[in-house]
Protein backbone atom coordinates (compact mmCIF):
# COMPACT_ATOMS: atom_id res chain seq x y z
CA UNK A 1 0.00 0.00 0.00
CA UNK A 2 1.21 3.30 -0.74
CA UNK A 3 2.51 5.68 1.72
CA UNK A 4 -0.41 7.85 4.02
CA UNK A 5 -0.50 11.47 4.61
CA UNK A 6 -2.59 12.53 7.47
CA UNK A 7 -1.47 16.50 7.31
CA UNK A 8 -0.11 16.43 11.22
CA UNK A 9 1.28 19.50 11.91
CA UNK A 10 4.15 19.66 14.23
CA UNK A 11 2.96 20.52 17.74
CA UNK A 12 3.28 23.99 19.48
CA UNK A 13 2.64 25.20 22.46
CA UNK A 14 2.98 28.94 24.02
CA UNK A 15 1.65 30.67 27.01
CA UNK A 16 1.36 34.38 28.32
CA UNK A 17 2.54 33.00 31.46
CA UNK A 18 5.99 33.74 31.36
CA UNK A 19 5.60 37.45 30.52
CA UNK A 20 3.15 38.21 33.98
CA UNK A 21 5.62 36.28 35.85
CA UNK A 22 8.26 38.13 34.93
CA UNK A 23 6.43 41.52 35.79
CA UNK A 24 4.78 40.33 38.61
CA UNK A 25 8.39 39.36 40.09
CA UNK A 26 9.37 43.68 38.89
CA UNK A 27 6.46 44.76 41.01
CA UNK A 28 8.14 43.71 44.56
CA UNK A 29 6.83 45.00 47.90
CA UNK A 30 9.90 47.56 49.12
CA UNK A 31 12.65 47.00 50.84
CA UNK A 32 12.09 42.94 49.35
CA UNK A 33 14.55 40.98 47.13
CA UNK A 34 13.25 40.40 43.62
CA UNK A 35 12.55 36.78 42.71
CA UNK A 36 14.87 35.98 40.06
CA UNK A 37 14.27 32.52 39.45
CA UNK A 38 12.98 32.80 36.01
CA UNK A 39 16.00 35.03 35.16
CA UNK A 40 18.12 31.92 36.55
CA UNK A 41 16.25 29.65 35.36
CA UNK A 42 16.58 30.60 31.57
CA UNK A 43 20.33 31.14 31.91
CA UNK A 44 20.66 27.17 33.28
CA UNK A 45 18.67 26.36 29.96
CA UNK A 46 20.88 28.45 28.03
CA UNK A 47 23.73 26.96 29.08
CA UNK A 48 22.18 23.61 28.63
CA UNK A 49 21.73 24.70 25.32
CA UNK A 50 24.65 25.91 24.31
CA UNK A 51 27.04 22.11 25.28
CA UNK A 52 23.95 20.68 22.95
CA UNK A 53 25.11 22.83 20.36
CA UNK A 54 29.16 22.60 21.15
CA UNK A 55 28.71 18.61 21.68
CA UNK A 56 30.24 19.41 25.13
CA UNK A 57 29.34 16.24 27.48
CA UNK A 58 30.34 17.70 30.27
CA UNK A 59 29.03 21.14 30.21
CA UNK A 60 25.71 20.12 29.51
CA UNK A 61 25.59 17.13 32.22
CA UNK A 62 26.53 20.15 34.86
CA UNK A 63 23.05 21.48 34.43
CA UNK A 64 21.70 18.06 36.01
CA UNK A 65 20.48 17.85 39.96
CA UNK A 66 23.59 16.14 41.51
CA UNK A 67 21.21 13.73 43.34
CA UNK A 68 19.35 12.89 40.53
CA UNK A 69 21.67 10.21 39.69
CA UNK A 70 18.81 8.22 37.38
CA UNK A 71 18.15 11.28 35.21
CA UNK A 72 21.81 11.96 34.32
CA UNK A 73 22.07 8.35 33.41
CA UNK A 74 19.17 9.01 30.80
CA UNK A 75 20.63 12.39 29.85
CA UNK A 76 23.95 10.90 29.07
CA UNK A 77 22.94 8.56 27.24
CA UNK A 78 20.61 11.10 24.97
CA UNK A 79 23.40 13.34 24.51
CA UNK A 80 25.30 10.65 23.00
CA UNK A 81 22.27 9.57 20.93
CA UNK A 82 22.55 13.36 19.75
CA UNK A 83 26.53 12.90 18.56
CA UNK A 84 25.75 12.37 14.33
CA UNK A 85 22.45 14.78 14.37
CA UNK A 86 23.34 17.48 12.42
CA UNK A 87 22.13 20.53 14.26
CA UNK A 88 22.29 24.23 13.22
CA UNK A 89 20.72 25.60 16.61
CA UNK A 90 18.98 24.26 19.62
CA UNK A 91 17.90 26.59 22.72
CA UNK A 92 15.31 26.49 25.26
CA UNK A 93 12.53 29.06 26.00
CA UNK A 94 10.89 29.26 29.20
CA UNK A 95 6.86 29.85 28.75
CA UNK A 96 5.40 29.19 32.11
CA UNK A 97 7.13 28.33 35.41
CA UNK A 98 5.19 27.65 38.99
CA UNK A 99 7.31 28.08 42.40
CA UNK A 100 6.31 24.63 44.12
CA UNK A 101 8.17 25.43 47.18
CA UNK A 102 11.37 26.81 48.73
CA UNK A 103 14.48 25.64 45.79
CA UNK A 104 11.93 23.75 44.02
CA UNK A 105 10.25 24.86 40.85
CA UNK A 106 8.13 23.00 37.39
CA UNK A 107 8.93 25.04 33.92
CA UNK A 108 7.24 24.74 31.08
CA UNK A 109 9.48 24.81 28.20
CA UNK A 110 9.74 25.07 24.40
CA UNK A 111 12.43 23.36 22.78
CA UNK A 112 13.41 24.42 19.19
CA UNK A 113 16.06 23.23 17.29
CA UNK A 114 17.01 23.10 13.27
CA UNK A 115 18.53 20.60 11.62
CA UNK A 116 21.44 22.20 8.94
CA UNK A 117 20.53 22.61 5.84
CA UNK A 118 17.06 21.39 6.12
CA UNK A 119 15.19 23.43 8.35
CA UNK A 120 14.29 27.05 7.52
CA UNK A 121 12.38 27.42 10.89
CA UNK A 122 12.89 26.29 13.95
CA UNK A 123 10.89 22.72 15.35
CA UNK A 124 9.38 23.23 18.50
CA UNK A 125 8.13 20.64 21.35
CA UNK A 126 6.76 21.40 24.28
CA UNK A 127 8.65 19.73 27.71
CA UNK A 128 8.12 20.26 31.09
CA UNK A 129 10.93 20.16 33.38
CA UNK A 130 11.12 19.81 37.22
CA UNK A 131 13.88 21.81 38.77
CA UNK A 132 15.97 22.68 42.29
CA UNK A 133 17.98 25.21 43.57
CA UNK A 134 21.38 24.03 45.29
CA UNK A 135 23.79 26.67 46.98
CA UNK A 136 22.46 29.43 44.46
CA UNK A 137 21.99 28.09 41.63
CA UNK A 138 19.25 26.11 39.24
CA UNK A 139 19.45 22.56 38.46
CA UNK A 140 17.07 20.29 36.27
CA UNK A 141 15.71 17.31 38.35
CA UNK A 142 13.55 16.02 36.02
CA UNK A 143 12.23 15.64 31.93
CA UNK A 144 8.78 14.76 30.60
CA UNK A 145 7.26 15.67 26.98
CA UNK A 146 3.86 17.38 27.42
CA UNK A 147 0.65 15.08 27.03
CA UNK A 148 0.24 16.21 23.58
CA UNK A 149 3.56 16.06 22.67
CA UNK A 150 5.60 13.15 21.25
CA UNK A 151 9.12 11.87 21.91
CA UNK A 152 11.89 12.82 20.38
CA UNK A 153 14.01 10.37 17.77
CA UNK A 154 17.12 10.50 19.83
CA UNK A 155 14.82 9.75 22.96
CA UNK A 156 13.99 6.41 21.36
CA UNK A 157 17.65 5.60 20.76
CA UNK A 158 20.87 6.27 18.96
CA UNK A 159 20.69 8.15 15.76
CA UNK A 160 22.07 6.86 12.61
CA UNK A 161 22.51 9.60 10.07
CA UNK A 162 23.03 8.85 6.49
CA UNK A 163 22.86 11.33 3.48
CA UNK A 164 21.58 11.39 0.57
CA UNK A 165 21.97 13.59 -2.89
CA UNK A 166 18.82 14.40 -2.47
CA UNK A 167 17.98 13.00 1.08
CA UNK A 168 19.16 13.22 4.82
CA UNK A 169 18.19 9.67 6.85
CA UNK A 170 17.93 9.55 10.82
CA UNK A 171 17.28 6.24 11.98
CA UNK A 172 16.85 5.24 15.59
CA UNK A 173 17.65 1.91 16.43
CA UNK A 174 18.12 1.04 12.44
CA UNK A 175 21.31 -0.68 10.38
CA UNK A 176 23.52 2.05 8.43
CA UNK A 177 22.46 -0.50 5.39
CA UNK A 178 18.85 -0.28 5.62
CA UNK A 179 19.17 3.50 5.93
CA UNK A 180 21.49 3.64 2.88
CA UNK A 181 18.56 2.04 1.07
CA UNK A 182 15.99 4.06 1.74
CA UNK A 183 18.53 7.62 1.25
CA UNK A 184 19.09 5.51 -2.81
CA UNK A 185 14.98 4.93 -3.56
CA UNK A 186 14.25 8.73 -1.78
CA UNK A 187 16.99 10.42 -4.38
CA UNK A 188 15.03 8.36 -7.25
CA UNK A 189 11.74 9.63 -5.72
CA UNK A 190 12.82 13.52 -5.60
CA UNK A 191 13.66 13.87 -9.69
CA UNK A 192 10.63 11.39 -10.40
CA UNK A 193 8.48 14.10 -8.57
CA UNK A 194 10.30 17.25 -10.08
CA UNK A 195 8.88 16.00 -13.63
CA UNK A 196 5.32 15.52 -12.18
CA UNK A 197 5.21 18.68 -10.91
CA UNK A 198 7.18 21.73 -11.84
CA UNK A 199 7.77 24.85 -10.28
CA UNK A 200 9.57 25.51 -6.99
CA UNK A 201 10.20 23.41 -4.04
CA UNK A 202 13.08 21.85 -1.69
CA UNK A 203 14.01 18.98 -3.92
CA UNK A 204 14.94 17.44 -0.78
CA UNK A 205 13.22 14.76 1.52
CA UNK A 206 14.42 14.50 5.61
CA UNK A 207 13.30 10.95 6.83
CA UNK A 208 13.19 9.61 10.30
CA UNK A 209 12.33 6.03 10.82
CA UNK A 210 11.98 5.15 14.65
CA UNK A 211 12.92 1.31 15.63
CA UNK A 212 9.28 0.37 15.61
CA UNK A 213 5.44 1.14 15.15
CA UNK A 214 4.99 1.95 18.37
CA UNK A 215 8.22 4.54 18.78
CA UNK A 216 6.58 5.49 14.96
CA UNK A 217 3.79 6.62 16.91
CA UNK A 218 5.56 8.24 20.23
CA UNK A 219 7.00 10.37 17.33
CA UNK A 220 4.30 11.31 16.07
CA UNK A 221 2.36 12.18 19.34
CA UNK A 222 -0.74 9.44 18.16
CA UNK A 223 -1.29 5.71 18.77
CA UNK A 224 0.76 3.82 17.10
CA UNK A 225 -2.38 1.57 15.90
CA UNK A 226 -3.85 4.47 13.79
CA UNK A 227 -0.51 3.51 11.54
CA UNK A 228 -0.27 0.17 11.44
CA UNK A 229 0.08 -1.08 7.93
CA UNK A 230 0.75 2.30 6.50
CA UNK A 231 4.70 2.42 5.36
CA UNK A 232 5.04 6.70 5.89
CA UNK A 233 3.28 9.62 6.56
CA UNK A 234 4.55 13.48 5.77
CA UNK A 235 4.30 15.60 8.82
CA UNK A 236 4.52 19.84 7.94
CA UNK A 237 2.65 22.97 7.87
CA UNK A 238 0.27 23.24 4.97
CA UNK A 239 0.70 26.36 2.91
CA UNK A 240 3.63 26.66 5.09
CA UNK A 241 5.41 27.86 1.74
CA UNK A 242 2.96 31.37 1.06
CA UNK A 243 3.57 32.12 5.39
CA UNK A 244 6.95 32.79 5.56
CA UNK A 245 9.37 30.08 6.68
CA UNK A 246 8.99 26.66 8.17
CA UNK A 247 10.37 23.46 9.31
CA UNK A 248 11.18 20.67 6.73
CA UNK A 249 8.73 18.26 6.38
CA UNK A 250 9.35 15.51 7.85
CA UNK A 251 8.56 11.63 6.36
CA UNK A 252 8.18 8.92 9.02
CA UNK A 253 8.78 5.63 7.93
CA UNK A 254 6.67 2.81 9.60
CA UNK A 255 9.68 0.53 9.68
CA UNK A 256 7.60 -2.65 9.76
CA UNK A 257 5.43 -1.94 6.82
CA UNK A 258 7.66 -0.32 4.96
CA UNK A 259 9.47 -3.58 5.88
CA UNK A 260 7.57 -5.91 3.95
CA UNK A 261 7.03 -4.17 0.68
CA UNK A 262 8.97 -4.89 -2.43
CA UNK A 263 11.39 -2.61 -4.21
CA UNK A 264 9.01 -1.14 -6.31
CA UNK A 265 6.71 -0.67 -3.34
CA UNK A 266 9.38 0.56 -1.42
CA UNK A 267 9.95 3.36 -4.09
CA UNK A 268 6.64 3.98 -4.74
CA UNK A 269 5.69 5.01 -0.86
CA UNK A 270 8.97 7.54 -1.56
CA UNK A 271 7.64 9.10 -4.01
CA UNK A 272 4.15 9.22 -2.89
CA UNK A 273 5.60 11.01 -0.12
CA UNK A 274 7.91 13.19 -1.99
CA UNK A 275 5.13 14.39 -3.90
CA UNK A 276 3.70 15.65 -0.33
CA UNK A 277 6.59 17.45 0.41
CA UNK A 278 6.44 19.27 -2.79
CA UNK A 279 3.17 20.02 -3.01
CA UNK A 280 2.96 21.46 0.59
CA UNK A 281 3.15 24.83 -0.38
CA UNK A 282 0.15 24.81 -2.79
CA UNK A 283 -2.16 22.38 -0.37
CA UNK A 284 -4.15 24.13 2.34
CA UNK A 285 -7.79 23.50 4.54
CA UNK A 286 -9.34 23.82 0.71
CA UNK A 287 -7.68 20.72 -0.75
CA UNK A 288 -9.70 17.90 -0.39
CA UNK A 289 -8.42 14.71 0.55
CA UNK A 290 -8.85 13.31 -3.26
CA UNK A 291 -7.42 15.69 -4.48
CA UNK A 292 -3.82 15.57 -2.79
CA UNK A 293 -3.69 12.04 -1.85
CA UNK A 294 -4.70 11.23 -5.29
CA UNK A 295 -2.38 13.46 -6.90
CA UNK A 296 0.76 11.85 -4.61
CA UNK A 297 -0.28 8.29 -6.12
CA UNK A 298 -0.91 9.95 -9.67
CA UNK A 299 3.08 11.62 -9.35
CA UNK A 300 3.85 8.53 -7.93
CA UNK A 301 2.33 5.76 -10.44
CA UNK A 302 3.62 7.86 -13.32
CA UNK A 303 5.89 6.76 -15.65
CA UNK A 304 6.10 2.92 -14.00
CA UNK A 305 3.71 1.55 -16.77
CA UNK A 306 2.08 0.28 -13.99
CA UNK A 307 -2.25 -0.55 -15.43
CA UNK A 308 -5.10 0.68 -13.63
CA UNK A 309 -5.66 -3.14 -12.72
CA UNK A 310 -2.26 -3.15 -11.02
CA UNK A 311 -2.43 0.68 -9.05
CA UNK A 312 -6.05 -0.20 -7.94
CA UNK A 313 -6.68 -3.76 -6.98
CA UNK A 314 -9.28 -2.76 -4.17
CA UNK A 315 -11.27 -0.45 -6.38
CA UNK A 316 -10.91 -3.39 -9.37
CA UNK A 317 -12.37 -5.70 -7.20
CA UNK A 318 -15.72 -3.99 -5.62
CA UNK A 319 -16.28 -2.42 -9.41
CA UNK A 320 -16.36 -5.96 -11.28
CA UNK A 321 -18.27 -7.03 -8.06
CA UNK A 322 -20.83 -4.17 -9.22
CA UNK A 323 -19.95 -1.74 -6.50
CA UNK A 324 -19.21 1.17 -8.60
CA UNK A 325 -18.75 4.12 -6.23
CA UNK A 326 -21.37 7.04 -6.82
CA UNK A 327 -18.63 9.70 -6.33
CA UNK A 328 -14.76 10.35 -5.85
CA UNK A 329 -14.17 9.39 -2.00
CA UNK A 330 -14.74 12.05 0.75
CA UNK A 331 -12.09 13.09 3.33
CA UNK A 332 -13.99 10.96 6.05
CA UNK A 333 -12.93 7.87 3.76
CA UNK A 334 -9.41 8.46 4.19
CA UNK A 335 -9.57 8.08 7.66
CA UNK A 336 -6.54 5.67 9.04
CA UNK A 337 -8.21 3.90 12.10
CA UNK A 338 -11.24 2.30 9.45
CA UNK A 339 -11.46 -0.67 6.98
CA UNK A 340 -7.68 -1.41 5.34
CA UNK A 341 -9.85 -2.00 1.97
CA UNK A 342 -12.16 0.74 2.51
CA UNK A 343 -8.91 2.69 2.68
CA UNK A 344 -7.44 1.53 -0.03
CA UNK A 345 -10.50 2.12 -2.51
CA UNK A 346 -9.91 5.91 -1.62
CA UNK A 347 -6.81 5.91 -2.38
CA UNK A 348 -7.47 4.31 -5.60
CA UNK A 349 -10.14 6.28 -5.99
CA UNK A 350 -8.51 9.63 -5.55
CA UNK A 351 -5.60 8.18 -7.96
CA UNK A 352 -8.07 7.52 -10.82
CA UNK A 353 -9.78 11.17 -10.63
CA UNK A 354 -5.75 12.90 -10.59
CA UNK A 355 -5.39 10.00 -13.86
CA UNK A 356 -8.80 11.12 -15.79
CA UNK A 357 -7.70 15.34 -15.16
CA UNK A 358 -4.17 14.46 -16.68
CA UNK A 359 -5.97 12.43 -19.72
CA UNK A 360 -8.79 14.75 -20.89
CA UNK A 361 -7.34 17.98 -19.99
CA UNK A 362 -3.19 17.01 -19.74
CA UNK A 363 -0.93 17.28 -16.86
CA UNK A 364 -0.22 21.25 -16.92
CA UNK A 365 -3.99 21.67 -16.44
CA UNK A 366 -3.49 18.97 -13.53
CA UNK A 367 -1.20 20.99 -11.92
CA UNK A 368 -2.80 24.32 -12.64
CA UNK A 369 -6.11 22.49 -11.06
CA UNK A 370 -4.12 21.39 -7.68
CA UNK A 371 -2.52 25.05 -7.03
CA UNK A 372 -5.85 26.72 -7.89
CA UNK A 373 -8.13 24.90 -5.48
CA UNK A 374 -5.36 25.04 -2.81
CA UNK A 375 -5.29 28.77 -3.72
CA UNK A 376 -9.21 29.56 -2.52
CA UNK A 377 -7.83 29.02 1.04
CA UNK A 378 -11.17 27.59 2.26
CA UNK A 379 -13.11 24.15 1.60
CA UNK A 380 -16.49 25.70 0.22
CA UNK A 381 -16.64 26.75 -2.63
CA UNK A 382 -12.76 25.73 -3.96
CA UNK A 383 -13.00 22.82 -6.24
CA UNK A 384 -16.40 23.92 -7.80
CA UNK A 385 -14.02 27.38 -8.72
CA UNK A 386 -11.64 25.81 -9.83
CA UNK A 387 -13.05 23.16 -11.75
CA UNK A 388 -15.28 26.50 -13.66
CA UNK A 389 -11.96 28.13 -14.46
CA UNK A 390 -9.33 25.20 -14.90
CA UNK A 391 -11.11 22.60 -16.33
CA UNK A 392 -14.38 24.08 -17.82
CA UNK A 393 -16.45 21.73 -15.94
CA UNK A 394 -18.71 21.39 -13.27
CA UNK A 395 -18.49 18.70 -10.23
CA UNK A 396 -21.37 17.03 -11.50
CA UNK A 397 -19.92 16.35 -14.83
CA UNK A 398 -16.95 15.93 -13.37
CA UNK A 399 -18.67 12.80 -11.26
CA UNK A 400 -20.44 11.83 -14.17
CA UNK A 401 -16.79 11.59 -16.26
CA UNK A 402 -15.18 10.06 -13.07
CA UNK A 403 -17.70 7.11 -12.71
CA UNK A 404 -17.69 6.62 -16.38
CA UNK A 405 -13.41 6.52 -16.33
CA UNK A 406 -13.27 3.89 -13.42
CA UNK A 407 -15.82 1.63 -15.51
CA UNK A 408 -13.67 1.59 -18.12
CA UNK A 409 -10.17 1.08 -16.50
CA UNK A 410 -11.41 -1.48 -13.89
CA UNK A 411 -14.81 -3.38 -15.39
Same mark, same amino acid.
Given at each position: ??????????????????????? *???????????? /???????????????? &????????????????????????????????? &?????? #??????? !???? /????? =?????????? @?????? &??????? +????????????????????????????????????????????????????? *???? +?????????????????????????????????? @??? =????????????????? @???? %???????? &?????????????????????? /????????????????????????????? /?????????????????? @? +???????? !?? +??????? %?? =?????????????????? #????????????????????????????????????????????????????
Amino acid at each position: MAGRRRGTRWKRWAGPGLAALLL *ASACTTPGKPAD /TAARDIQRTLDRRAAA &VVDRDEAAYLAELDPAATRLRAAERAEFANLAQ &VPLRSW #EYRLTEL !DRTG /TGRAT =ALIELRYRFD @GYDEAP &VKAAERL +DLTRRDGRWYVAAERPQRSGGRQLWEQGKVTVVRGAHSLVLGAGQDEKRLRAI *ADAA +DRAVPAVDRAWPGRWARRLLILVPSSLDDMGSLL @GAP =AAGYRGIAAVTTGEAGA @GRSG %AAPADRVV &VNPQAYAVLGEFGQQLVLTHES /THVATRAHTSAATPMWLSEGFADWAAYRG /TGRGAGQAAPELQRAVRA @G +DLPAAPPS !DE +DFGFGGD %AG =ALGRAYEGGWLACALIAE #EWGEERLTDFYRAVGGHGRRDGAVEKAMREVLGTTPEDFTVRWREYVRQQLA
